[in-house]
Each structure stands twice: as C-alpha cells, then as structure tokens.
C-alpha cells in the first residue's frame, strides 16, 4: 500500500471547533490532494498541495505536507455541521490514478 | 448539471451473471477511471483511460473489463460476476492526472 497502515479513523466534534486529521504516504510523490466524501455522494476534491509547498490555504481549510517525513495535514477551522464527511488523502500513483489512504470520518454536532 | 453520471445507480445480480456500469462525463476530459470502495480498504483503482479506444490497468483489474468508445463514455463489465465483487464503484474523469471529478457512484450487489 502506498499508506501507512492505518483503520478508518472517526472523529467527534463540536460544531465550532478545529479539527486536524492526518496521513502518511509510503512513497515519493509530488503531489498530494484532499477529498471530502459526503454521505451517498462521490468524493470531491478539496485541497491539491505540491511538493514544492509546505503549507496551502482555501477557506477554513488548511493543508501541510513535509515531504522529509513523507506526511500530510489538513485542519478545518471553526467546523459546521455539514464538515460532516469522510476525509481521504490521496498520490498520484504510478498508473495515473489515485491511490486513497482510509479515511477519517469526521462527525460534527451542534 | 452534473459532470460525471453512472448508471444504474444501484444493481443487483447473481453469481456468474453478467453485469455492464456505464459512465458519461460532460467535462471534455482526456482521462476517466473506475474505482471500488469498500470498507476497509477505501477507494481502489480498477481501469482507467486516456481516450477514446485506450484502456489502462488500476490496481485491481482481475475480474473486471472495461471499455472507453468515446470521451464521453466509460464502461465498466463484469462478465462472470461473484460475491467479492460486490462494492461500491465511483468514476472519475481528469483533465490530466491531478484533481479527479467523480460521479454518484453505482451500488452492486452480487448475490
């Protein structure tokens, strides 16, 4: 696997708080994306970061990659309820697809 | 209007049946895949393709065909279904190889 072992990860949280979610990758890639994947839908992609950039903003979304340690962050401010999804990140693999880690679920109440 | 549409959206077969997933992207992109998810293993990369009469190999091909006859259009066949490959199936499509756009997905059940 280009991921780290890992099981699907969940989170329970408040609307209003952050909340950081993390992974690893096995491999060399030079560019790493995050999908959101809501309840019944497909995955949509939220935030691509390079191997060129250490830190990437979009809204309340903040996206890290240190390519020493070969691992990604992605932290949501001030979450809403509709945060809730199922978060993946995911590499460019060599057959030009994307190889996805599990997942974090990610649960926010009001 | 929606990008990327599968159909059926939902499917239910028997053991050795023959099963086709069709998939119409509107974005006039070069690239589409299929990917399965199932739990435990989250999405994986069965077929892909880069235009119209290509055909690439995922990560998890064995059992499963797959046909592009236009831009547009991406198939994905199961001649001899089996229990195993009953799963949740996504396809994308790109521009190039960097951020996929997904349809609704298409749910089979293979009895």
């Known amino acids: 696997s280009q991921w780290g072992e890992e099981n699907l990860q969940a989170l329970s949280i408040q609307e209003g708080e952050d909340v950081t979610m993390n992974c690893s990758y096995k491999?060399?890639?030079?560019?790493v994306q995050w999908y959101r994947q809501k309840s019944g839908k497909g995955p949509a992609q939220l935030i691509l970061?390079?191997?060129?950039?250490r830190e990437k903003r979009s809204g309340r979304l903040r996206a890290t990659l240190d390519t020493s340690s070969q691992s990604s962050s992605l932290s949501i401010t001030g979450t809403l309820a509709t945060d809730t999804a199922v978060y993946f990140c995911?590499?460019?693999?060599?057959?030009?697809?994307?190889?996805f880690g599990l997942g974090t679920r990610v649960s926010v109440f009001p | 209007e929606a990008a990327v549409t599968q159909s059926p959206r939902n499917k239910v077969t028997v053991t050795g049946g023959n099963v086709t997933l069709s998939c119409r992207q509107t974005?006039?992109?070069?690239?589409m895949y299929w990917y399965r998810q199932d739990t435990g293993h989250g999405l994986r990369l069965i077929h892909y393709?880069?235009?119209?009469?290509?055909?690439q190999i995922g990560d998890v091909p064995d059992g499963y065909k797959a046909t592009r006859t236009t831009q547009e259009d991406f198939f994905l066949l199961l001649e001899l279904a089996s229990p195993s490959q009953t799963s949740l199936y996504f396809c994308?499509?790109?521009?190039?190889?960097?951020?996929?756009?997904f349809g609704p997905g298409t749910r089979l059940t293979v009895l």
């Open positions: 995911a590499t460019r693999n060599y057959a030009q697809g994307l190889t």
């Open positions: 491999t060399y890639t030079t560019v």
């Open positions: 970061i390079r191997s060129n950039e």
């Open positions: 974005n006039s992109h070069n690239y």
């Open positions: 393709s880069y235009g119209a009469g290509n055909l």
């Open positions: 994308a499509s790109s521009e190039d190889s960097a951020e996929q756009f």
